[in-house]
């Protein structure tokens, strides 16, 4: 245990199976000494997360929340409130687009299915934080994931790409606004890794391929060194990093061709 963040109080939302970012930020966080809370969607997930969190976690908090629900969102952390009293942490790795819009070019994105990827993918970010920042009264930190398809054409990446553009539109005004409280908003912007998500975009192997061939490190990452980065935001020892997109691609993002 390295104690970076020993008795830290932290939010993980988003975790979907042990192959999840999710997950491998969680493991490096209870490894650090935080107090986990998960949140899960529905039953159905709760039952599977309890199965795999609980063979590196003995007892587990999972609470319920849909983030497209604004009192299940409210409930959630009313109970962190009653039960913790103060939060030091959160993670948001939440995104979902209809598999339609992303089988098909983007220019043929539905009104709902724009609506839908925005709503789960960013939103949902400003619904936790407008939750979460009053918990965080000794200061905090709120790490969200993304993906380069935010700033660049990434192929069959589309309206994904889109709503990942409006997060990291969010993390800057997100910042601006609790900065002032001491709470820090940033995101690690992950290189591709085959996780569940990662099956939903078509001729997924051929984005890894072009990583490892002009990367400057010639290979993908793992999510280990994702959630290294992410302990890094949560720490104190990036207490003067906020509103900022960290890339942990192998430098993938700086190459010009």
């Given at each position: 245990m390295n104690a970076l963040l020993q008795d830290k109080n932290i939010?993980?939302?988003?975790?979907?199976?042990?192959?999840?970012?999710?997950?491998?930020?969680?493991?490096?966080?209870?490894?650090?000494?935080?107090?986990?809370?998960?949140?899960?969607?529905?039953?159905?997930?709760?039952?599977k997360l309890e199965k795999f969190i609980s063979s590196e976690i003995s007892?587990?908090?999972?609470?319920?929340?849909d983030v497209t629900?604004?009192?299940?969102?409210?409930?959630?952390?009313?109970?962190?409130?009653?039960?913790?009293?103060?939060?030091?942490?959160l993670v948001h790795s939440i995104a979902y687009a209809q598999k339609e819009d992303l089988a098909d070019e983007y220019v043929h994105t539905s009104r709902e299915g724009f609506?839908?990827?925005?709503?789960i993918?960013?939103?949902?970010?400003?619904?936790?934080?407008?939750r979460a920042y009053p918990l965080m009264a000794d200061g905090g930190s709120i790490i969200t994931l993304t993906y380069q398809g935010s700033v660049k054409?990434?192929?069959?990446?589309?309206?994904?790409?889109?709503?990942?553009?409006?997060?990291?539109?969010?993390?800057?005004?997100l910042a601006g606004d609790l900065g002032p409280r001491g709470i820090r908003v940033n995101a690690v912007s992950a290189g591709p890794i085959r996780t569940v998500s990662a099956k939903g975009?078509?001729?997924?192997?051929?984005?890894?391929?072009?990583?490892?061939?002009?990367?400057?490190?010639?290979r993908a990452v793992s999510v280990d060194e994702v959630a290294q980065a992410a302990l890094f935001l949560a720490s104190d020892l990036s207490s003067g990093i906020t509103g900022e997109v960290l890339y942990v691609d192998g430098g993938y993002n700086i190459v010009g061709v």
């Open positions: 939010l993980i939302m988003g975790v979907a199976n042990q192959r999840s970012i999710a997950w491998a930020i969680a493991k490096a966080f209870h490894q650090a000494g935080a107090n986990l809370i998960f949140s899960y969607q529905d039953e159905r997930m709760k039952s007892e587990p908090v999972l609470l319920p929340c629900e604004d009192d299940q969102v409210k409930e959630l952390f009313e109970k962190i409130k009653a039960e913790y009293g103060v939060l030091h942490g609506q839908l990827a925005h709503d993918s960013s939103y949902s970010l400003v619904a936790v934080a407008k054409m990434v192929p069959n990446y589309n309206v994904m790409g889109v709503a990942k553009a409006s997060l990291e539109a969010s993390v800057r005004y975009i078509r001729d997924f192997n051929s984005i890894i391929g072009q990583v490892e061939e002009k990367a400057p490190l010639r």
